[in-house]
Nanobody, 120 residues
Framework: QVQLVESGGGLVQAGGSLRLSCTAS????????LGWYRQAPGKQRELVAQITTSGTTNYADFVKGRFTISRDAAKNTMYLQMNHLKPEDTAVYYC??????????????WGQGTQVTVSS
């Protein structure tokens, strides 16, 4: 079993920055992909960015150039550095751990979510 715990959310003004963290524990050796997702009120959960154990990254178009995903394997932690935040970035941010073996993906765990609120 895998446990994921997010931290780092909060309230920030538009144009500001936040860094989210997601720490994994348990049977983490099964994970080969970690991702950040977000869900705003009344909207579906959407992918923000993801990173593989080999370091390959993928970003949603709406965050390219503003957000950076990274991981520290020694700390079993993934980060999302969010710069130039906009009010439309307001959402609950979740981290997800999965094992991707194309074409199949096994979702191993979701975190509990951390609220990010960007004021205008």
């Amino acid at each position: 079993q895998v446990q994921l715990v997010e931290s780092g959310g909060g309230l920030v003004q538009a144009g500001g920055s936040l860094r989210l963290s997601c720490t994994a524990s348990g049977r983490i050796f099964n994970i080969n992909t970690l991702g950040w997702y977000r869900q705003a009120p009344g909207k579906q959960r959407e992918l923000v960015a993801q990173i593989t154990t080999s370091g390959t990254t993928n970003y949603a178009d709406f965050v390219k150039g503003r957000f950076t995903i990274s991981r520290d394997a020694a700390k079993n932690t993934m980060y999302l550095q969010m710069n130039h935040l906009k009010p439309e970035d307001t959402a609950v941010y979740y981290c997800k751990g999965s094992r991707d073996s194309s074409p199949y993906t096994v979702v191993l765990s979701w975190g509990q979510g951390t609220q990010v609120t960007v004021s205008s």
